[in-house]
């Protein structure tokens, strides 16, 4: 895809299948919970990638509202590929600029590309690093996978850290007890957007790649301490370390 035949093809992002899905989902949302954005000047323009926290499944709603409607740009995710099979959904999704990543060792060469034509053309792509709901106990961020950054280095595109909290009393981390209040407040906060100077060399290590990662979550989980009036820990959760899976509901396989 030419850039020009890129432009012209995202600059009507909002088709109707898009402004169908929106008009119908704000209002449902807004029963859900009251979002309150801020840090919205820290924004760059054009296109840029930003990265959340992942503690419900309710966050990926929480997080589209707030960039469409706060931020005034449509979100595009970075999402798994299970959603894609789900009956009418299925369909849905990739109409209205939603990615299937897959997981268990097929290729994703083909969603970075659409992420990539979407970030080069001025959109904002959403990726939730961590891959599922954090494990953390007392759910601060866990360590990231470097899938962010392989993009900003790539595209020489801003990360922009996020967070949010609230979510989790509506509907908590691996549960199914679906608490909607209106009047109950989500936060969502934008930090300062990262660049990341270009590589000297073509290809950068595992420890390259997940320093500039940690840098990322640490930020994430700064905004989401703010919110919280806490400090978050020194070290970043790691499943690997505890013996958790990496993808799944966990807390199933605890005896």
């Known amino acids: 895809m030419t850039s020009s035949s890129a432009s012209k093809k995202f600059e009507d992002q909002r088709n109707w299948q898009f402004r169908l899905v929106a008009g119908l989902m704000a209002p449902v949302l ?20 930003l990265v959340g926290n992942h503690v419900s499944y309710l966050d990926p709603f929480a997080f589209a509202y707030s960039v469409y409607i706060h931020m005034k740009r449509v979100p595009h995710y970075l999402a798994k590929e299970s ?5 009418v959904v299925g369909k849905i999704l990739p109409k209205v600029g939603q990615i299937p990543v897959y997981r268990g060792g097929k290729s994703n060469e083909e969603p970075l590309r659409v992420a990539k034509e979407y970030l080069a053309a001025g959109q904002v792509v959403i990726v939730f690093p961590e891959g599922t709901l954090t494990r953390d106990p007392d759910l601060w961020p866990m360590r990231g996978k470097s899938g962010a950054i392989r993009l900003a280095l790539e595209l020489g595109l801003p990360v922009v850290p996020a967070a949010h909290w609230g979510v989790e009393k509506v509907l908590g981390n691996y549960s199914k007890k679906f608490r909607p209040n209106p009047f109950h407040t989500v936060r969502v906060i934008i930090g300062k957007p990262i660049y990341f100077e270009k590589p000297k060399k073509d290809v950068l290590t595992a420890k390259e790649l997940g320093e500039a990662t940690d840098r990322i979550m640490r930020e994430v989980a700064k905004l989401v301490g703010q919110m919280r009036g806490k400090t978050p820990p020194e070290k970043l959760w790691d499943p690997t370390d505890k013996g958790q899976t990496q ?5 199933k396989d605890v005896k």
């Open 30 to 49: 807004r029963l859900f919970f009251n979002i309150k954005t801020s840090g919205m000047e820290n924004l760059p323009k054009g296109g840029y990638i």
């Open 83 to 87: 959603l894609f099979r789900i009956p």
């Open 247 to 251: 993808t799944g509901n966990f807390r």
